[in-house]
């Protein structure tokens, strides 16, 4: 794609490979992928009270040779056997590794940023399907491991040797259970929880000898272990085929990642990202008649430590709010006129704003409170040849 902006272009290249074998009682499966992509980097327009670059050049580039470049490979690796009546077990993982550059401008100074990630993952788990004190029940119980090392180098040129390198290595384990269980014939509950530890290393070689070093300072480094929570209740009721109401509460976290540690700035990093963590709670009412399907549902969500990325210098990182609360409301629709047509529909409202601290009572910046859209689908040919269509609605 050309972009919309000078400088804007992307070029991307994607490959996949994918084994399957499936003996009726257990099956295995290998997956390879590849991609390369780069990306022009146009920079910011500048208006000011007398001048405006979106109306005298608007699609112009501050930053003509900025450019992201990355490049990546997953491998993946897994096995699924029964192991007795309604009772599955699968064991797989995963091999991903990014390398990226990114070559930008700030205040008028050049500036570089290469990283190297590698992640690995192990994630087992067992599906039960069967019966619990007579009551129809599935069950979701696994375990999780997940670690991630990161090299980054920042410089001015990308031939000058950093002036930071950021080595982190994140390790979480996990272990989560899930179930559903039939309560009445037209009643489902569903519960869980999910417990994890995360582990953290974080360090910075910093040289403020090196051509664009002199103007930052090292980052603190760190080494923490943190123990996190999910839970989870949910419950359905069918009036009929035609409605049913549902409900659910629930808390959840969000753990930084090692790229969002140390954001995209030349300025001092805080690996000290806080983890986002959220209590929700929903109810709505879904149901069909005749050939539309609907569903309406209300929502609460009381947040901490909510991550947001600072795209703008000085900071150019992703920091944690104060405490944030999101209150909407979720419409969708879908009407199927044939077999072969449908139209489908959705409208939300969204209302974000801070519940605490210097901002408390404020809206939350760039939510915004109304969303839509409206879409056709048209199976033309025997899913030979398919039409879709979407027009999507952002306000204010």
Do not use: C
């Amino acid at each position: 794609s050309n972009g919309y902006r000078d400088n804007n272009d992307v070029r991307q290249r994607n490959g996949v490979g994918d084994l399957r074998y499936d003996s009726g009682d257990g099956k295995a499966w290998v997956n390879i992928t590849g991609d390369d992509q780069r990306l022009g980097l146009p920079g910011a327009r500048l208006v000011t009270t007398t001048s405006s670059e979106l109306e005298s050049d608007r699609r112009g580039a501050t930053t003509p040779t900025a450019y992201s470049e990355k490049t990546g490979g997953t491998l993946t690796l897994g096995v699924s056997r029964m192991i007795g009546q309604g009772v599955e077990l699968i064991v797989d993982g995963n091999l991903r590794r990014k390398d990226q550059t990114i070559f930008s401008t700030l205040f008028g100074s050049d500036t570089s940023d290469v990283r190297e990630l590698t992640t690995g993952a192990l994630t087992p788990r067992a599906l039960i399907n069967g019966h619990l004190l007579g009551l129809p029940t599935m069950i979701t119980v696994g375990f999780d491991y997940y670690q991630s090392k990161l090299n980054a180098k920042r410089s001015q040129a990308l031939t000058d040797p950093p002036y930071h390198t950021y080595d982190l290595n994140q390790q979480s384990t996990a272990a989560y259970w899930q179930q559903k269980l039939s309560v009445a014939p037209s009643t489902d509950i569903s519960f869980g929880g999910r417990l994890q530890q995360t582990r953290l290393e974080a360090s910075d070689i910093y040289d403020a000898t090196q051509p664009g070093g002199a103007f930052s300072a090292q980052a603190t480094p760190l080494n923490s272990t943190e123990m996190q929570h999910a839970l989870h209740f949910g419950i359905e009721h069918r009036f009929s085929p035609a409605l049913a109401v549902f409900g659910r509460i629930g808390r959840s976290f969000r753990t930084p990642n090692v790229d969002e540690r140390i954001g995209v700035s030349a300025f001092p990093v805080d690996f000290d990202l806080k983890t986002q963590t959220s209590f929700d709670i929903e109810g709505g009412l879904r149901g069909r008649a005749g050939p539309v399907e609907w569903q309406s549902s209300a929502y609460q969500m009381m947040l901490n430590n909510e991550i947001l990325f600072i795209p703008f210098p000085p900071l150019g990182a992703n920091i944690n709010l104060d405490p944030t609360r999101r209150i909407g409301v979720e419409n969708a629709a879908i009407w199927h006129l044939s077999e072969d047509l449908r139209l489908k529909a959705e409208v939300t409202y969204t209302r974000a704003t801070f519940r605490g601290g210097t901002y408390a009572g404020n809206d939350v910046p760039l939510v915004s409170r109304w969303t839509g859209n409206v879409g056709v689908s048209w199976n033309i040919y025997k899913k030979l040849a398919v039409f879709d269509a979407v027009l999507n609605y952002v306000g204010g």
